[in-house]
């Protein structure tokens, strides 16, 4: 089993910075991909971005030169450096990894509003 506990959510101003943390422990060999979603009330889940252990990264294009996704090996820790925030980007953040390609696992989940 992995543990993925996020961190980092809040409430900002539209325009304004968040930096969400996710830290894995447990069973964590294997952990190829780690990545970030989204749900929004009424909304079905999204992909915000994702990372390879290698540091390929994938971004939802609603994004894309405003979010950041890195990532820690040595701390197992992913990262989403989020800027330029919009209403729009107002959702639950769930941290999100994939271990030997097969076994999925998900955090709490994060709550970041954005007021306009």
């Known amino acids: 089993q992995v543990h993925l506990v996020e961190s980092g959510g809040g409430l900002v101003q539209a325009g304004g910075s968040l930096r969400l943390s996710c830290a894995a422990s447990?069973?964590?060999?294997?952990?190829?991909?780690m990545g970030w979603y989204r749900q929004a009330p009424g909304n079905q889940r999204e992909l915000v971005a994702r990372?390879?252990?290698?540091?390929?990264?994938n971004y939802a294009d609603s994004v894309k030169g405003r979010f950041t996704i890195s990532r820690d090996n040595a701390k197992n820790t992913v990262y989403l450096q989020m800027i330029s925030l919009k209403p729009e980007d107002t959702a639950v953040y769930y941290c999100?990894?994939?271990?030997?390609?097969?076994?999925?696992?998900w955090g709490q989940g994060t709550q970041v509003t954005v007021s306009s």
């Open positions: 447990g069973s964590i060999r294997g952990i190829n991909v």
């Open positions: 990372i390879t252990r290698d540091g390929n990264t």
């Open positions: 999100n990894c994939i271990r030997f390609s097969t076994d999925i696992y």
